[in-house]
């Protein structure tokens, strides 16, 4: 069981991460394709346009936007070169928006200073220069040089468009300061024909030929051929508008011969009418029009690639479409396939998963029942010897009460009996005075009398009374109080005569603990029954040993 557990977890796993890590790499895989279609695209820009309308359909599928913007970017610039401008916009604009919906400002900017070119081969250099200053304000932000002097140059270009030369030369020459400072060959040479163009324009011609001559310089230091073939086709331009037509023709030759060679029909046509130019200037005028009438071939030749290029680049377009679409179906039932498969492993190793789960569970729930069910016996062990102590407790304060209660009802009877021996007593000393009264003489009379006065205030004011009254309520606890509210008040002598009877003594060793006679007594009695409002026929006895 816990082995096909094991096994599960263990396929499940790599499955999600098979998948986690190719999905992981394969924008990377696309990024370096795209890089190889952006290398390709200066010498095959055909092969490099159906490269990236493949990475573009590709990264569509996968849903790779970025990838997207990037395809889109590289084909609206071939686009652009094969003169495709209204396709061209649309590739830049979708690729501008998915670069603003994922805040990628570098690529923005490109795809604004591609935008401008657009514009300005539509003849609208006003939008494309404000396209160019988005593009400056991005690079600012992003403190990239390279990416603001390239735009400055393009922003020269705008200007120079516009007839707006200061601003132009102005730009050009700040881009060649940074480019300098970058030691950007590549570049340089580029804004380096910017300038000579600037210059042409002004009819500054030694200013014109320094700036080409130096493009010419560093392009051939770079190897780059069909840049070469315009540096040597701006150099005849302006030898030749300075009056130096057989100098300026030599670099015309020079650059159609380079164009032949390589294949360049436009660069080699446009040499050719340089050279067309020149011999008219030198009054040749049958080697002048044989090169013009070469350059109307080439022209056809050159309108008749363009067109077969756009019109083969169309039908690549849609065959590749087509077949994107069926490359879409079928990794779709692919994948659809692969889902279901992985879904059934899945809910197989789901099932063995609950199963070990709801075994272990149930378990666990035994043992916890167990030892749960030892801790409540546990626990009832442990109340029923807390309950056991608590009765030994009980029972051993209980014998205490009851021997602190029998102690204080023998204290009680003794200190009661005391009381009562001692009041015999004094009455029998009382009874032998009042004998004695009636023998002796007036004087011996007098003293008597006065020890009979204390005997009698004795019997009153019995100190032994707040003793017995405490010992009392020990034993009989709120006798006195229950008694008091029954009645509303009693007398001092009435709480005596109250408690003595709750004592159950009888009426005459009541009277003689008062220290009064048995009619005293009875006169007491009934007036403790009236204040008990106790009706004819109730015992005054029975009423206060049920108090």
Not at 74 to 86: A, E, K, S, T, W
Not at 324 to 341: G, P, R, S, T, W
Request: some cysteine; aromatic content about 8%; hydrophobic content about 40%.
């Amino acid at each position: 069981m816990k082995g096909l557990v094991l096994f599960t977890c263990s396929a499940i796993i790599l499955f999600a991460w098979s998948i986690h890590f190719t999905q992981a790499q394969t924008p990377y895989i696309i990024d370096s394709k795209l890089d190889s279609a952006e290398r390709l695209a200066k010498s095959k820009p055909d092969k490099a346009f159906l490269l990236a309308t493949e990475i573009l359909g590709k990264s569509k599928l996968m849903t790779l936007d970025t990838m997207v913007g990037k395809a889109q970017l590289l084909r609206g610039q071939i686009l652009l070169r094969f003169g495709l401008f209204q396709p061209s916009a649309e590739a830049f604009y979708e690729a501008e928006h998915i670069f603003q919906d994922h805040r990628l400002p570098a690529l923005l900017a490109r795809v604004n200073n591609a935008l401008g070119e657009v514009y300005y081969k539509i003849k609208t250099p006003e939008d494309a220069l404000l396209r160019h200053e988005a593009a400056l304000g991005i690079y600012h932000q992003l403190k990239d040089s390279e990416g603001i002097a390239e735009t400055k140059s393009f922003i020269g270009g705008m200007y120079e468009k516009m007839g707006l030369y200061p601003e132009a030369l102005a730009n050009q020459q700040e881009a060649l300061r940074i480019f300098e400072k970058l030691t950007l060959n590549y570049q340089l040479a580029f804004v380096r024909e910017n300038i000579g163009s600037i210059y042409e324009d002004l009819e500054q011609y030694d200013s014109a030929y320094v700036n080409f001559h130096k493009a010419y310089i560093l392009n051939t230091f770079l190897g780059d051929s069909l840049r070469i073939i315009g540096n040597l086709n701006n150099l005849g331009d302006v030898l030749r508008k300075t009056g130096k037509p057989e100098e300026g023709l030599l670099y015309s030759v020079r650059a159609a011969e380079m164009s032949e060679r390589l294949g360049y029909l436009y660069q080699q046509r446009s040499a050719v009418v340089d050279i067309s130019k020149g011999y008219a200037e030198m009054r040749d005028y049958e080697n002048a029009y044989n090169f013009l009438e070469q350059s109307r071939r080439l022209s056809d030749l050159v309108y008749s690639e363009e067109s077969a290029r756009q019109l083969g680049i169309q039908e690549a377009q849609n065959r590749l479409y087509a077949k994107n679409q069926q490359i879409i179906q079928l990794e779709q039932m692919h994948d659809f396939d692969a889902i279901v498969k992985w879904l059934l492993l899945f809910l197989v190793g789901l099932m063995c998963v609950l199963g070990w789960v709801i075994f272990t569970r149930q378990k666990l729930k035994i043992r916890s029942n167990k030892e749960l069910l030892e801790r409540h016996q546990e626990i009832l062990q442990v109340k029923e010897q807390l309950i056991a102590t608590e009765q030994q407790n009980m029972q051993l304060l209980e014998l205490k009460m009851e021997a602190e209660e029998k102690s204080h009802s023998k204290a009680l009877t003794a200190q009661t009996l005391h009381v009562i021996d001692k009041n015999q007593m004094l009455e029998d000393i009382q009874s032998k005075l009042k004998n004695i009264l009636e023998e002796d003489s007036k004087e011996q009379k007098k003293k008597i009398r006065n020890l009979i006065k204390q005997i009698d205030f004795n019997f009153s004011h019995d100190t032994d009374w707040e003793d017995f009254k405490h010992s009392f309520e020990k034993v009989h606890q709120d006798f006195f109080r229950n008694i008091q509210q029954r009645t509303g008040g009693l007398t001092p002598a009435e709480m005596k005569l109250a408690s003595l009877m709750r004592l159950n003594l009888n009426s005459k060793e009541i009277a003689s603990s008062l220290g009064i006679s048995m009619d005293s007594l009875r006169i007491s009695r009934y007036r403790l029954r009236k204040k008990l409002n106790l009706e004819k026929g109730d015992s005054l006895q029975q009423f206060i040993l049920c108090i």
